[in-house]
DNA sequence: CGGTAAATGAAAACCACTTTCAATTATCAT
DNA sequence: ATGATAATTGAAAGTGGTTTTCATTTACCG
């Protein structure tokens, strides 16, 4: 549980305007604590449910949004068919995920080169650019293992 | 029309028994037309209703998946919540997309260094990469001039 | 404490996409 | 051609994650 990122937190959405509800904390307790990555509305309101069972799922729908808004989280993609949430800039800042198709095992990179390849095309084709979506699938070393053994 | 790639496509179909009804030739003809690109199934759909009322959208929603398990099609995402089609490999083999948040323009350009990326993270992390998905998205030169304009 | 606007939650709506199933039709053997 | 057969079609209903609605509750400020 990481306190500084909770306090940060609470002070943006008061500085802001927005109420500090239980709910509200519930949320931002969960995606500061260390297990939390990634997770889809649905994983974060089960999550929560053991401790505050007086959270909604509409509600934690509309806390993730929020969050995201304010800068809190990122919303992710892993092309699942899920919105997924971490928080902003992750453990270690701007990166991307790696997903095994098998068993759902998440990798995370840095930003490497996708830099240099944004600002080559910005000025091929004149866009300004805002942003990336990069996302890699495949088996991960265990899945391979496990599917090699059954043949 | 590229008349290669419609012909090409009615023999791959042929060849693996599915049978060559007027709808799935009228979806190929849309796809292989000059001005069809990134379409999702309702563009699909309604750019085929002028010529051919007699063909359901669950029909080309069918057609698409079809077509794109035989190789015709590849789907394309751009994270707006549809699922897009374009001819497989489209203009010039396997790119990736940059796409104006203001007017939805889309440039296409090559893989350039992804491969590289693959590949280093293949070493890192013990995966067996199956495939990538990129997404760019900006302002195209004439939205940034026109939202300038409005200052 | 109240007053007030924001926030919540249950239920319903939304929406792209998929499935169901009875009717139609392309294909092929006769 | 003709008929048998299984694939294909399309209207309608279903799916599932997400969003909206709206009456009720509540955090916040004076
Ligand atoms: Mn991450
Ligand atoms: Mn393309
Ligand atoms: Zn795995
Ligand atoms: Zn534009």
Chains 1, 2 share one sequence.
């Not at 604590?33 to 959270?55: C, F, K, M, Y």
């Not at 995201?68 to 990122?74: F, H, K, R």
């Not at 928080?87 to 998440?106: I, Q």
């Not at 070393?141 to 599917?147: A, L, P, Y």
Request: aromatic share 8%; hydrophobic share 35%; glycine share 10%.
């Amino acid at each position: 549980m990481k306190a500084d990122c909770f306090d940060d937190a609470l002070r943006e959405l008061r500085e802001r305007g927005f109420k500090l509800t239980p709910q509200r904390r519930a949320v931002l307790e969960l995606f500061c604590s260390d297990g939390a990555r990634h997770l889809t509305a649905q994983q974060a309101h089960d999550a929560i449910r053991g401790r505050e069972p007086n959270v909604g799922l509409v509600t934690v729908y509309r806390c993730l949004e929020l969050f995201t808004n304010v800068g809190i989280l990122d919303k992710i993609k892993f092309n699942d068919g899920f919105d997924r949430y971490e928080l902003h800039g992750g453990a270690s800042g701007h990166h991307h995920h790696l997903v095994c198709t098998e068993c759902g095992h998440v990798v995370e990179f840095g930003d490497c080169l996708i830099r240099s390849i944004e600002r080559k095309l910005e000025k091929m084709s004149g866009f300004c650019i805002e942003g990336h979506w990069l996302e890699l699938i495949g088996q991960c070393r265990e899945c391979r293992e496990r599917t090699e053994e059954d043949d």
